[in-house]
């Protein structure tokens, strides 16, 4: 049995402890403990809750409306971890500057994302968003659809990025990709990359935009960005989505096609 002196001895580390990661605890709490409590309560999946709340609160066909009941959902109900509102304005300013035709989404989730791209892009652009999840799938399927966007601006194609990506071209007439935005699982984002790059699908100046390189971090496809000569490289800094104290950040890839002097 520990003594009330030794306890006491420690106190202060832990403090100091409690202090230092209180971000991270809080992020513990709200994305894992509240969603297990209320996965055991209700029988839904998050993804699910995300859903009936966004129906409830969300004006059918007006994105911005079904953003803004994301977001609050998110800030005051839930953690969940998409690009977020303060994120989604960087990526906001990508899609305006380059106005790409061709958008790869890599990693729908709930749709959130997939509604600020497709709000942006110039008239006749086509955004093919991708998800693995076969349940998230069809929230994110509702969800487009409710913002008003049909199969022609948006298709969702439901399965591993691996097998998709080396299928565009041939099912879906893709030549190029304008921009491709990476927000699925991490481990993904190099060998998807190097896919890309191996399908002929990015050409010069296309763009490739990844979230949270930073946290929970990406560091051999940013290690691969910096070394392999292909990519003029830029770190978008911010905090982590829906959490203050936690740092992240966006990378934003340029594809030049040849090697880059540094």
């Known amino acids: 049995m ?62 911005n409306s079904i953003l803004d009941a994301f977001d609050s959902w998110c800030s005051t109900v839930e953690y969940i971890s998409h690009i977020g509102p303060k994120k989604g304005q ?41 998800e693995m999840d076969e349940r998230n799938a069809q929230i994110s399927e509702k969800i487009v659809r409710l913002a008003g966007y049909d199969d022609d601006m948006v298709e969702l194609r439901v399965g591993a990025s691996e097998d998709v990506i080396p299928r565009l071209r041939e099912d879906l007439g893709v030549e190029r990709v304008d921009l491709v935005f990476m927000d699925h699982w991490k481990r993904c984002y190099l060998p998807d990359l190097r896919l890309l790059e191996a399908c002929g699908l990015l050409g010069r100046g296309s763009v490739v935009l990844a979230d949270n390189v930073l946290f929970p971090g990406a560091p051999n496809f940013l290690r691969y960005a910096r070394s392999c000569g292909l990519y003029q490289l830029r770190i978008h800094r911010a905090s982590l989505q829906y959490s203050h104290g936690i740092r992240d950040g966006m990378a934003q890839l340029e594809y030049c096609g040849l090697q880059i002097d540094t």
Not at 17 to 26: A, C, D, M, N
Not at 42 to 60: D, I, K, Q, S
Not at 105 to 130: D, F, K, M, N, Q
Request: net charge positive; proline share 6%; glycine share 4%.
């Open 2 to 63: 520990v003594s009330p002196a030794i306890a006491l001895a420690f106190l202060p580390l832990l403090l100091t402890l409690l202090i230092r990661y209180r971000f991270y605890l809080v992020l513990l709490y709200r994305a894992v403990l509240v969603r297990w409590f209320y996965d055991l309560t209700t029988g839904l999946t998050r993804e699910e809750r995300a859903f009936r709340y966004v129906l409830m609160h969300a004006t059918p066909g007006e994105p």
């Open 90 to 130: 960087i990526l906001d300013k990508v899609v305006l500057d380059i106005s790409p035709l061709v958008v790869l989404e890599l990693g729908t989730h709930c749709g959130y994302s997939t509604i600020r791209i497709a709000r942006a892009l110039p008239v006749g652009a086509r955004l093919i968003t991708v």
